[in-house]
C-alpha cells in the first residue's frame, strides 16, 4: 500500500489459491451434504454440479471477505472513511478447476495519523446589508421565480426590454473539482449585456475578470483565493436560459400562502419574508464558503473515481428512503469534510468524547422523546430510580447506536472547537441585489 496523500491508500491486494481454497471446498462439501436436487440421492448431487450452481456465489462471498480483511491488515488500523474503490482481476470469477488467484487495485480513503495542518486559512462570513428598495426587489425576484419559464436555446441580440430574462452560466476554475455556477437576470444584471448579446446554449465564451466583479463575494465563497485583481480571464459555458413571465403580486402572494403569516401589516410581513429567506441563503452560503475555506487550507482533493463510487452506493441505499438527497457537488463537499474532521477528531485529545457523555447523551435523548407510548414512558420512569437497570438498556443500546452518536457528538464538539481556534472570522456584508443571485 502507498500513501500519496495522507488521507489517501492506494494499493494491491492478492488473494493467492492458497489463501481462499481449503475454506471454499469445505463450504462447498458442507453445501453438498445440504442439497436436494431431483434425480439424485441427499447429498449425492455431484460436486461439478454443485460448482456450477453455487460456486460462483460462494466464492464471491469469501474472495470478498478475504480482501477486507487483508485491507484492513494492510492500512495498518488507520480507518476507513467511505467505502473502498476497487477492482478484480480478473473480473470473471472461476468456481470451478483450475481455481485462478485474484488481484484488487483498491483507492480508500483514511484517517490521517496526525490533523492536516491549514496553511493559509482565509475564513469569511457573509452577512446581509439592508439598503432602501430591498423589499421591492425581493417581491421582483419572487415573482419571476413563480411565474412561468420560457426555455431559450440562444439569447437575443439586445436585452429585452419588457421580459425577465434569467441566464446561467458555469465556469471551471483552474484546479477546482467541481464548476462554479454563477447567475445573471434582468433584475440585477451584474454585468453588462454586451458579454451575452446572441449567445447559445453550451457556447463556451470568455469573460474578462472584471465584468465579475459584482459577483466576486459569491465566488470566493466557492474559490477562496478568487480576485478580479490576479485572475485572468474567465472561461465561461452558457448552460441554460429562459424568459421569466412573472407572477402578479395578488397571485404571488396567494402561492405564499400570505394569510397565515399572523396579523402582521403587509409591510412588515414582507419585511419578515425577506429576514427568513436572506438568512436561509446566508446560511447556505456560510456553511459551503467555510467547508471550501478549510478545505482548501487543507489541500484536500479527492479522487474522482473514489468519490463517484461512493456516491453511486449511497444513493443506492436511499433508494427506498424519504427525504432530501444531496447532490453530487454536495455530497464531494460532506465526503472531503469528514476527512478534516478525521484527522482532527481521532488525534486531538480536547475532541474525545468519553463512553460516560455518549451515555448520558443517549439517555437524554431517550427522555426528551415526545412520541413514546405510556408503557415505554413508564420503563423510563422506572429506569430513572434504578441505575443498574439503566446502565444495562443504555450498554446494549449502545452496542448498535454508539458510534454514530459518538460521531455525531465529536462533529457538533468539532464546529465549535474549529471556530474557538481558528476565529474571529472575517465579516463580509452583500447587499441584496447580490443575495439573490442566488434566488433565481
Given amino acids: ?209 472584471e465584468a465579475v466583479a459584482p459577483l466576486a463575494d459569491l465566488i470566493r465563497a466557492e474559490v477562496p483565493t478568487f480576485s478580479p485583481l490576479t485572475t485572468e480571464a474567465l472561461s465561461v459555458t452558457l448552460s441554460a436560459a429562459a424568459y421569466a413571465t412573472p407572477l402578479s403580486l395578488e397571485e404571488l402572494k396567494a402561492q405564499l400562502d400570505f394569510q397565515s403569516l399572523g396579523d402582521e401589516p403587509e409591510a412588515e410581513s414582507w419585511r419578515l419574508l425577506l429576514d427568513r429567506h436572506t438568512k436561509r441563503i446566508l446560511h447556505a452560503i456560510n456553511t459551503r464558503a467555510k467547508q471550501i475555506a478549510f478545505l482548501h487550507a487543507a489541500r484536500i482533493q479527492l479522487p474522482q473515481e473514489l468519490v463517484q463510487y461512493n456516491y453511486l452506493i449511497y444513493l443506492r441505499n436511499r433508494q427506498t428512503q424519504n427525504g432530501h438527497i444531496p447532490k453530487y457537488e454536495d455530497y464531494q463537499l460532506e465526503l472531503a469534510w469528514q476527512v478534516l474532521f478525521a484527522s482532527y477528531a481521532y488525534n486531538e485529545p480536547e475532541l474525545a468524547i468519553s463512553d460516560e457523555e455518549v451515555s448520558e447523551q443517549l439517555w437524554s435523548h431517550l427522555r426528551q422523546s415526545t412520541h413514546l407510548s405510556e408503557e415505554t414512558q413508564a420503563l423510563l420512569e422506572r429506569l430513572e430510580e434504578s441505575e443498574e437497570e439503566r446502565k444495562q438498556l443504555l450498554t446494549s443500546l449502545l452496542s448498535e447506536q454508539g458510534d454514530s452518536l459518538r460521531q455525531s457528538l465529536q462533529y457538533e464538539r468539532f464546529g465549535r472547537w474549529i471556530e474557538s481556534r481558528f476565529g474571529p472570522v472575517r465579516k463580509q456584508p452583500l447587499p441584496a441585489n447580490v443575495l439573490f443571485l442566488r434566488l433565481l
Avoid: C
Fill in 1 to 209: 500500500m502507498r500513501f500519496p496523500r495522507p488521507y489517501l491508500a492506494e494499493g494491491e491486494i492478492q488473494v493467492p489459491v492458497e489463501a481462499y481454497e481449503t475454506e471454499y471446498r469445505a463450504r462447498l462439501r458442507e453445501l453438498r451434504r445440504e442439497l436436494v436436487l431431483p434425480g439424485f440421492r441427499p447429498g449425492q448431487v455431484p460436486m461439478d454440479l454443485v460448482m456450477a450452481r453455487h460456486g460462483a456465489e460462494l466464492l464471491s462471498e469469501i474472495l470478498a471477505k478475504q480482501f477486507l480483511e487483508a485491507l484492513d491488515k494492510a492500512l495498518e488500523g488507520r480507518r476507513l472513511i467511505g467505502l473502498p474503490f476497487y477492482s478484480r482481476e480478473p473480473e470473471a470469477l472461476h468456481p470451478q478447476p483450475p481455481l485462478s488467484s485474484y488481484r484488487y487495485p483498491v483507492q480508500v480513503l483514511v484517517v490521517p495519523k496526525e490533523p492536516l495542518p491549514l496553511e493559509g486559512l482565509q475564513w469569511t462570513e457573509y452577512a446581509y446589508e439592508p439598503a432602501p428598495g430591498d423589499v421591492e426587489l425581493y417581491q421582483r425576484h419572487l415573482q419571476a421565480a413563480f411565474g412561468q419559464l420560457e426555455p431559450l436555446e440562444a439569447l437575443p441580440e439586445h436585452m429585452p426590454a419588457e421580459k425577465h430574462l434569467l441566464v446561467r452560466l458555469r465556469w471551471q476554475p483552474p484546479g477546482a473539482a467541481e464548476a462554479i455556477r454563477l447567475s445573471w437576470n434582468t433584475l440585477t444584471q451584474p454585468f453588462s449585456w454586451s458579454y451575452l448579446a446572441g449567445r447559445k446554449i453550451g457556447e463556451a465564451f470568455s469573460l474578462p475578470p
